[in-house]
């Protein structure tokens, strides 16, 4: 199916590159009712955004056909359907790697906070979604998502997650473990060879002196 007739509201082509390597990306800003409530301020060029839209980011446009997109827009209608499901997993993750959380972020040592009491705890001023970005890799024709978090214990780096389907497969401080989709997928061995047979074929480009021009 093509992207473009998916029903998928907002739906645009945005370049990233430039006018003379230009590359287009197919994105569009939806609200996703589950994380309504949740920390949704944020800046973008300057600006405070704080309309509660969350930023979907699909493969690159140039040259695709409409069939590559299958897996991705499988995705989105699950994610619609079985947010509320999704979300609560990823909260559950966050509550099972407390004590992870405790020694990459700055937690205040004094503050009376267990795995038991995070389990009433109130997430919702503290993270929210920025963005879901739709991996090219995909398991049963959905793909995987990458969401990335605005998060207040650490707003440089924020909270990054990966997703298939209402299960959690990553959950990591700013960017997140692509072998694991691999290992998730089935595809680890074959992706391993190739990275191998990559690095062995690698040559470094031979840098000349500063004053050698030719």
């Not at 430039?18 to 309504?36: F, G, Q, S, Y």
């Not at 695709?64 to 989105?76: G, S, V």
């Not at 707003?155 to 299960?167: F, K, M, N, S, W």
Request: hydrophobic content about 35%; charged content about 35%; aromatic content about 14%.
């Amino acid at each position: 199916m093509d992207i473009f007739e998916s029903g998928i509201p907002n739906i645009r082509i945005r370049n990233i590159g430039t006018k003379r390597n230009p590359l287009e990306v197919v994105e569009a800003r939806i609200v996703l009712e589950a994380w309504d409530g949740y920390l949704y301020k944020h800046r973008e060029n300057g600006k405070e955004i704080t309309d509660g839209k969350v930023r979907l980011n699909f493969d690159c446009y140039n040259g695709n056909n409409p069939e590559d997109y299958q897996a991705e827009i499988n995705a989105y209608h699950n994610l619609l359907k079985n947010q509320y499901e999704i979300r609560d997993s990823i909260i559950r993750s966050l509550i099972e790697k407390f004590d992870w959380l405790k020694q990459t972020y700055e937690w205040d040592q004094d503050e009376d906070i267990t795995p038991e009491t995070l389990i009433d705890f109130n997430f919702k001023p503290f993270i929210g979604p920025l963005s879901v970005s739709f991996n090219e890799e995909s398991k049963n024709d959905i793909a995987y998502l990458e969401w990335h978090f605005q998060c207040e214990w650490d707003p440089e780096h924020g909270l990054a997650v990966i997703t298939h389907q209402e299960r959690v497969i990553d959950l990591d401080r700013g960017e997140t473990d692509v072998w694991k989709i691999y290992e998730d997928n089935g595809t680890l061995a074959e992706k391993q060879k190739e990275y191998d047979e990559r690095a062995k074929n690698f040559k470094p480009k031979e840098i000349k002196p500063w004053w050698k021009f030719w």
